[in-house]
Each structure stands twice: as structure tokens, then as C-alpha cells.
């Protein structure tokens, strides 16, 4: 299959400035699935990206490693991740899993500030880098705007956004950008911001329309800003409505990468998943505006009040590491939280590797 | 009867800022209790309820907390103690405690009912107006009552709540039916999620008499009903019920933004008909009986001082866990919307 860019081992950010310019071969791989331009730039992604939060609940870390294996060989080359996954593991996996593919992939992670400051963002980053055994990212992004005071505390002095520019000054991050999945105007207010950020990542899906709607508040505004928007969560999260009945996962994610975004990121945990996933990405055709409009009138009813949509309206997707950050209660019943406080009980402290910002 | 005394819209915002006092002077029984050493008990003042011609106290007794009471007996005692110290507004609803609230209150008023002004919630959550009847009867069953003061929708919450309140055959029309049944005096709504859902209910206009919503120092800077809703429902001569003036559990005042005194003192000294406090002992209802005895309103400037010192905690709604959370949606409510229940998420 044919490379999306050329491969390049981060020597100088100028190497990679010149390889960006050259960008994807242009053809198509042969595994059919479509790549589509990362926003202004001349980078093309697989129009399936593979999500990294998922990762962590594969069986183990052979299977795990096995998954991102055949995704890469099948035509996935962005890769989704984020500093605060199962208390980084998925990263850890997905590092192993990608040794000896790391350059046919677009590689993604999150940074886990919540409103902390720049230094602790640096320190997320470098443990982030050794986990996933490569020294660069192709894409850093804010994780979790949740909170209606994010962007403030983003953008103030010493925040999260100097520590964006300054990993893309050291040539660890070649783009930058964030990600949220509660509410439209948060995004907007980032947006507002004017910080150059080259990605914007949020959920999309056929009950996002009619309800706190993304797709019709930010993604054309992400669009015309040039900036490359990073669908998620096509399937509610945890596929609730496909388990009810209410579509199906081929109509979910068809819709969602319908849409006009560079790429539709989903969780794969079993390699049934993967299968599934590949088999409608590849030889991907767009649903007609007819399709998707009798789509989204069938999850009209639905989605009126936000039970498919449970990251607008509850705490359920919200990391702990955000709670945390913002003083919000930490659901001690989650899986997450469970495994945090698995992961510290001999230190005291959530997260050991990191040392929380001096006052 | 009441509205022979003829409180116009205008009247209720003068006489509301102005705070009547309600005599108890001749009421038996307080020295006994022992609250009158000092020989110049002041009670708790009295304010007219929007344009009814009610007036109710300016503190009211929450009715979800008279169910966590450990003993009935002390649920009782309280009662009595708040119906003592001149509170007479009582709130509940139907879904609190599988009912236990209502009964309580019922049980506590027997004999003492035509003191106090007795308020219950109906839980239809979307369903329609025969629902709501069954359960206004049920209500009045428990509450040993064949009226009730007001009649509210409980947690209108969802954002898809207000059609379906206000479809054909929704809970609407059950707060007419049984206004004309001679079942309830008044009627309104209630809901902590946000201002934007109160505002499409006001914009039906509907005669709502009441809409109760979350009022505390940390709400005027996060998803305002402040700002937002509290002047709309005074143009509409709709009374206005204050709710959780410590964050629903006393989450402001736990983690230190407020003391409890200056959290219920903020709250009451908006323009509001009264402010419903959970108190789930005596020692929380002597603790509120000492703001609300010959209450003191807050002046402008100590309000605005007051709101610029908590705003650095407001912005995130950490502490109004009602507006960003489920943890105060409750199950009734989350089964009609196919919500996972409260075990399932808890917040």
C-alpha cells in the first residue's frame, strides 16, 4: 500500500515542514479506504480514525497491539489517543502496537491540562512521547473542553495554549488543536480565542443535529476557518442507540462520515469492531442528502432531550483527571476511576509520574 | 379571598421589597418551646405570593429532606417548630421518597393544615394529563388534605420538556383541571437545569401564579436564572420560588464559598416570594430560623460584593451540580426520558 507522506524520522521541524509540503502520495491506498486533507494543510488522513480510549478495554495488550496492527496494514493512519486513557495504558499500547508502523501512521494524543498551566502540559507531553515510543507527535490537542471557564483558563498567561506553541516550537507536535464533547458555545469560545489551531475535534452524529448541535454550530465555522474538523463519537459514545434499535452501527458511522469533517474518529476494542469498521470505511460512499435527511428525521424524537447523547448533559464522559482539575465529585462506581485509584493507592497521589504546578 | 386585598404586579414588587411582617405575637405555645427569653421574639416576616393575594413566609420547609429524617418524630417536631416560628410555607412532591415526604407532611399539619400553605409537585415528566390527576389524588390522599395551595410541575429539566407539557392532553391541562375542581389554588413549574428551558415554559403564557428555580450567590455568574429568568418572570407578575441557595446538598457551603448564614441571606434577600430550604434536623432549621427571624435583607452593594467573591467558583458550576450534572435529575423523570437511573449515573 502506497505511503500517506513520506515517512520522516523528526530530524528538524524544517524536514518536516518540506515533507508536509510533499504531503500524501495523492493516491488512493489500496486498501480503499478514503484520505481526505487535513484541513489547510496538504496532509491527508484516513477518513476512519482510529480511537484510543477503546484501546484500553481490549482483552489484553496482544490483542491490543493486534488491532492497531491490522488497522495500520487495512488503511487507518490516524490514530486517536489521549494522556489520561486508562491511566495510560492505551497509550503504552498503542506505542507497541505501532513499532515498525509509526511512519505510515498520523499519530494523535491529547494533553490533560483542564485549565492547569503550560509546565504541566510540557510534562504530560514528554510522558505521552515515551509511551507511544516515538519522538513527535503529528497532533497534540487540548483534551476535554468541558467547562464553560476552559477557554479563559486556556488562553490566559502561562496556560495550556503556550505549552501548544511551545511543542510545536521544539518540533515535538507538528499540529495543534483541541477537543470537547459537552457543549457548542464552549467550542465557540476556543474558537473566539483565535489561537491557531490547526484541528477541532467533536462529536458527530444523526442526534447531534437536533440537539446542542455541533453540526450545526461549529463544524462549518471550523471549516471556514481552515482548521481540520475531527469527527467523534458516531455512535453516542457507547453505541446506546444502536443497541436500542435506533440505527444501525453501518447507518451511525456512514452518516457521520458523511459529513463534511477530515476524518470520523471511533472506538475499536475487539477485532470483530475493526472488522465491521473497515468494511464500511472501505470503498466508503457518502450517504446522499436524501439519506441523511430521512436519518435524521427517524432520530428527531430522540435526540430531543440528550439520553443518546449523555456527554452534553451528564459527567459520564468527563475523565477524572477533568473532574479533578475543575473540583467536580469523582463517580468512584466508573471504570476510569477505578482504575486511577488502582494505579495510585501506593502513592497518594492521582498521577505519579507528574508533579502538579507550584502556586 | 385573597385577592381582595389587591396586590397588583407593581404592589408585589413594593410590598415584596418591603417584607411583611407576620404577627405572632398572639400565637401560644412559643414561649413554652422556649424561643422567647428575650421577651422581643421576632418572627419570620411574610411576603405576598405574586399577584394570588397569598402570603407565605419568606423561608419555606423543603420537603424532599423531611423524608431523609431518620424518625417520623422529629420530622414532626419540626414541623410544628417551623409552624411555630411563623413559616408557613411547606414545600413537596409526589415522587419524594416513594411518597414518604407527602405523608410526613400530612401526618405533621393534622389538625394544623389551615396554618400553613401547602405546596406539592406532580411528576408526569412528559406523560400526559390523566397521570397527573391520578396523581394530584394520590398526592392529596397522603397529605391528608382535600386541597392543595399550589401545584407545581416537578423538574422540568429536559430540554424537550416544555412541548411536551403544553401537547394536547399534557400536563397543562391538568393544572386547569384542577384549578377549576377546586384541588389546588394555585398553580407553576420548577426545574434547576437552565434558564433557557424556564424561559420557553414562560414563553407559552401560560397564567402560571409560581416558577421556582435555583437562586444562590454562585448561580447570578453561571447559567444565570438570576438574570435570565427572575426579571421575566417579574414582567409576568409570576411569584418567584427560590431553591437551593447552597448548591441542593450545601455543596457552597461545605467547600467554603459561602458561610450557610450568607448563602440563605443572599438567596432571601432577592425579589422573591420565598426560599425553600431542605433542613433535614433541627439543628439546620434553628440555623435558618436565625436568618429568617426578623429578616434583614442583604443591601445592593453586600449582594454585588458577595457575587465578585465566589465568581472565580461559579464559573465552572462545580458547586451547582443540579445545572451540569444528573445528580439532582431523579428517576421518575430519568425513566420517562430513558435516562440510565441514578446508580447507573450517578452525576
Given at each position: 500500500m502506497g505511503l500517506l507522506r513520506e515517512p520522516f524520522s523528526a530530524k528538524s521541524i524544517s524536514q518536516r515542514v518540506a515533507t508536509e509540503g510533499r504531503g500524501a502520495s495523492g493516491q488512493e491506498p489500496s486498501s480503499g479506504i478514503p484520505l481526505r486533507k487535513f484541513g489547510r494543510h496538504e496532509v491527508k488522513v484516513s477518513a476512519l480514525g482510529f480511537g484510543g480510549h477503546h484501546l484500553g478495554d481490549a482483552e489484553n495488550v496482544q490483542v491490543a497491539m493486534r488491532l492497531v496492527q491490522e488497522a495500520v496494514d487495512n488503511g487507518i493512519t490516524f490514530f486517536d489517543n489521549c494522556w489520561e486513557y486508562h491511566v495510560g495504558k492505551s497509550e503504552d499500547w498503542m506505542g507497541r502496537g505501532l513499532k515498525g508502523r509509526r511512519d505510515r501512521v498520523f499519530l494523535m494524543t491529547k494533553v490533560c491540562t483542564h485549565g492547569r498551566e503550560a509546565m504541566l502540559g510540557m510534562q504530560m507531553l514528554e510522558q505521552s512521547l515515551r509511551r507511544l515510543q516515538t519522538d513527535h507527535l503529528d497532533l497534540w490537542q487540548i483534551h476535554g473542553v468541558s467547562f464553560e471557564n476552559d477557554p479563559d483558563l486556556f488562553i490566559r498567561p502561562n496556560g495550556a495554549a503556550e505549552a501548544l506553541r511551545k511543542a510545536k516550537e521544539q518540533g515535538k507536535v507538528r499540529f495543534v488543536g483541541f477537543t470537547g464533547h459537552k457543549d457548542p458555545a464552549i467550542h465557540l469560545k476556543m474558537l473566539e480565542t483565535d489561537f491557531p489551531f490547526d484541528a477541532v475535534q467533536m462529536p458527530l452524529n444523526a442526534f447531534d443535529a437536533h440537539f446542542h448541535s455541533f453540526t450545526e454550530q461549529v463544524l462549518s465555522e471550523v471549516n471556514r476557518r481552515g482548521m481540520a474538523a475531527l469527527g467523534m463519537k458516531p455512535m453516542s459514545g457507547h453505541g446506546d442507540p444502536i443497541e436500542q434499535g435506533e440505527l444501525s452501527a453501518e447507518e451511525a458511522l456512514r452518516y457521520a462520515m458523511s459529513l463534511p469533517v477530515t476524518t470520523t474518529i471511533t472506538g475499536i476494542d475487539k477485532p470483530e469492531i475493526l472488522q465491521q469498521n473497515l468494511k464500511i470505511a472501505q470503498g466508503f460512499t457518502p450517504m446522499t442528502a436524501e439519506e441523511m435527511h430521512g436519518l435524521r428525521e427517524r432520530t428527531r424524537q430522540a435526540a430531543g432531550d440528550g439520553r443518546y447523547e449523555l456527554y452534553k448533559v451528564s459527567l459520564k464522559f468527563d475523565n477524572p483527571e477533568a473532574r479533578i482539575a475543575h473540583n467536580f465529585p469523582l463517580d468512584e462506581q466508573s471504570a476510569e476511576v477505578k482504575e486511577m485509584l488502582k494505579a495510585t493507592e501506593n502513592t497518594g497521589h492521582p498521577f505519579p509520574d507528574v508533579k502538579p504546578p507550584q502556586p | 379571598m385573597e385577592n381582595k386585598k389587591g396586590f397588583t404586579r407593581r404592589g408585589f414588587v413594593k410590598a415584596s421589597a418591603a417584607v411583611v411582617t407576620a404577627s405572632l405575637?398572639?400565637?401560644?405555645g412559643l414561649a413554652a418551646r422556649g424561643y422567647s427569653q428575650s421577651g422581643a421574639m421576632e418572627g419570620v416576616p411574610h411576603r405576598p405570593l405574586g399577584k394570588t393575594g397569598a402570603l407565605v413566609s419568606c423561608l419555606g420547609v423543603g420537603g424532599y429532606h423531611l423524608g431523609s429524617i431518620k424518625e417520623e418524630k422529629e420530622s414532626t417536631e419540626l414541623v410544628a417548630r417551623a409552624l411555630d416560628a411563623g413559616i408557613n410555607f411547606f414545600d413537596n412532591c409526589w415522587e419524594y421518597h416513594d411518597g414518604v415526604s407527602e405523608e410526613r407532611l400530612g401526618a405533621a399539619l393534622k389538625g394544623k393544615r389551615d396554618k400553613a400553605f401547602v405546596m406539592t409537585k406532580v411528576c408526569t415528566h412528559g406523560r400526559g394529563k390523566d397521570v397527573a390527576m391520578k396523581q394530584l389524588e394520590e398526592s392529596l390522599r397522603r397529605l391528608q388534605t382535600d386541597h392543595v395551595d399550589l401545584w407545581q410541575i416537578h423538574?422540568?429539566?429536559?430540554?424537550?420538556d416544555p412541548e411536551m407539557i403544553f401537547a394536547p392532553n399534557g400536563a397543562a391541562e391538568a393544572l386547569l383541571a384542577a384549578k377549576q375542581q377546586g384541588k389546588v389554588r394555585f398553580v407553576g413549574f420548577t426545574g434547576h437545569k437552565n434558564p433557557a428551558i424556564h424561559l420557553k415554559m414562560l414563553a407559552h403564557d401560560f397564567p402560571f401564579d409560581t416558577v421556582q428555580m435555583p437562586l444562590n450567590a454562585l448561580d447570578a455568574t453561571f447559567r444565570s436564572f438570576q438574570k435570565q429568568v427572575l426579571p421575566e418572570a417579574k414582567k409576568r407578575g409570576v411569584a418567584v420560588l427560590g431553591m437551593k441557595s447552597l448548591g441542593g446538598s450545601g455543596e457552597i457551603a461545605v467547600n467554603g464559598a459561602v458561610t450557610p448564614e450568607e448563602g440563605l441571606r443572599y438567596a432571601m434577600s432577592l425579589p422573591v416570594a420565598t426560599t425553600i430550604s431542605g433542613m433535614d434536623s433541627l439543628v439546620v432549621l434553628e440555623q435558618n430560623l436565625n436568618v429568617a427571624r426578623g429578616f434583614k435583607p442583604f443591601g445592593e452593594q453586600e449582594m454585588a460584593a458577595l457575587r465578585e467573591r465566589v465568581r472565580p467558583l461559579a464559573a465552572d458550576g462545580r458547586y451547582e451540580l443540579f445545572k451540569t450534572t444528573t445528580k439532582y435529575d431523579g428517576n421518575v423523570g430519568r425513566e420517562q426520558h430513558h435516562y440510565p437511573p441514578k446508580e447507573k449515573l450517578p452525576a
Open positions: - | 405575637v398572639a400565637r401560644p423538574e422540568v429539566v429536559y430540554w424537550n
